[in-house]
């Protein structure tokens, strides 16, 4: 119980520390971040605005970093993928899961957490529809019967993007563009125009935080496919501005105590089932 209050008021505290922090012009080196509109991840909207695991990561690496003038770009999803593959631009990010289309212009930190691998998302009334395989759903058998679902072009990861690529020309497969928070997808799952998704658990824990009961129905699934686990870093442009700045934030995460306060952050979004057994300490 004293560890629970302990880490419910570290989090309190790092939620007002978030939604107060203005720029202050100074003298200091700089680092621009830039936070992109993906709920739970960065939330620019709603009833937990600014509350989700990059924010309140960011509130962590701030105070961490008092030696920068920290400049907090707010936008969206279409702006952060163009600015993310130019490696002109002195931005970072302070959450980014590792994903093959941002691998070639980022250079990142120490990991923060790692993810374990992609699931599928879908309504109970569904499990006895879905092919299973060794105790998991098989996604390939899955893909080629009616059942609908939506694809986040480059959301994926390594093991099923290519399953879910061959798919995409597919009547019962809606393509959605890169640019498209994960968040559009969980609505239309939601509102039953698919009936599965693909995705991290932390999406099956935003929408009961979001629709509440409306979401007591949805369960997550182990795919048979989906066996690569996600880490999770700061990243910044692959440039010499941001190799300076990842080396100044990773001996910052070198402390053991900023672990421990972030790994609190991501266990608040994450489901335990959804992160490794280091974060979850």
């Given at each position: 119980?004293?560890?629970?209050?302990?880490?419910?008021?570290?989090?309190?505290?790092?939620?007002?520390?978030?939604?107060?922090?203005?720029?202050?012009?100074?003298?200091?080196?700089?680092?621009?971040?830039?936070?992109?509109?993906?709920?739970?991840?960065?939330?620019?909207?709603?009833?937990?605005?600014?509350?989700?695991?990059?924010?309140?990561?960011?509130?962590?690496?701030?105070?961490?970093l008092p030696g920068y003038e920290h400049r907090v770009r707010?936008?969206?999803?279409?702006?952060?993928?163009?600015?993310?593959?130019?490696?002109?631009?002195?931005?970072?990010?302070?959450?980014?899961?590792?994903?093959?289309?941002?691998?070639?212009?980022?250079?990142?930190?120490?990991?923060?957490?790692?993810?374990?691998?992609?699931?599928?998302?879908?309504?109970?009334?569904?499990?006895?529809?879905?092919?299973?395989?060794?105790?998991?759903?098989?996604?390939?058998?899955?893909?080629?019967?009616?059942?609908?679902?939506?694809?986040?072009?480059?959301?994926?990861?390594?093991?099923?993007?290519?399953?879910?690529?061959?798919?995409?020309?597919?009547?019962?497969?809606?393509?959605?563009?890169?640019?498209?928070?994960?968040?559009?997808?969980?609505?239309?799952?939601?509102?039953?125009?698919?009936?599965?998704?693909?995705?991290?658990?932390?999406?099956?824990?935003?929408?009961?935080?979001?629709?509440?009961?409306?979401?007591?129905?949805?369960?997550?699934?182990?795919?048979?496919?989906?066996?690569?686990?996600?880490?999770?870093?700061?990243?910044?442009?692959?440039?010499?501005?941001?190799?300076?700045?990842?080396?100044?934030?990773?001996?910052?995460?070198?402390?053991?105590?900023?672990?421990?306060?972030?790994?609190?952050?991501?266990?608040?979004?994450?489901?335990?089932?959804?992160?490794?057994?280091?974060?979850?300490?």
């Open positions: 119980m004293l560890r629970y209050r302990t880490s419910a008021l570290l989090y309190a505290s790092l939620i007002m520390a978030a939604t107060h922090v203005a720029a202050v012009e100074t003298d200091a080196p700089a680092i621009t971040w830039l936070v992109p509109d993906v709920p739970p991840v960065f939330v620019a909207k709603g009833p937990f605005v600014r509350q989700g695991a990059g924010d309140i990561t960011l509130t962590v690496l701030q105070q961490q707010r936008v969206s999803m279409s702006t952060f993928t163009v600015l993310m593959h130019d490696t002109s631009n002195k931005v970072c990010t302070p959450l980014l899961p590792a994903m093959p289309r941002y691998a070639d212009t980022t250079v990142v930190s120490q990991t923060l957490a790692t993810m374990a691998p992609l699931r599928m998302i879908t309504f109970r009334d569904m499990l006895a529809t879905l092919p299973r395989k060794d105790g998991a759903v098989a996604l390939a058998e899955t893909l080629r019967r009616s059942l609908r679902t939506v694809y986040l072009d480059g959301w994926s990861h390594e093991d099923v993007q290519p399953l879910l690529a061959r798919a995409s020309d597919q009547r019962n497969v809606l393509v959605l563009s890169d640019i498209t928070s994960p968040e559009n997808a969980l609505e239309l799952l939601m509102e039953r125009q698919v009936d599965y998704l693909v995705g991290h658990g932390y999406l099956l824990h935003f929408a009961r935080s979001k629709f509440g009961a409306l979401a007591d129905d949805l369960v997550l699934l182990p795919l048979a496919e989906a066996l690569a686990n996600t880490p999770v870093h700061v990243a910044c442009l692959n440039n010499a501005w941001g190799r300076a700045r990842i080396a100044d934030i990773d001996r910052v995460l070198a402390d053991p105590s900023v672990q421990a306060d972030i790994a609190r952050v991501l266990r608040h979004w994450y489901p335990a089932m959804d992160l490794s057994a280091e974060a979850q300490r």
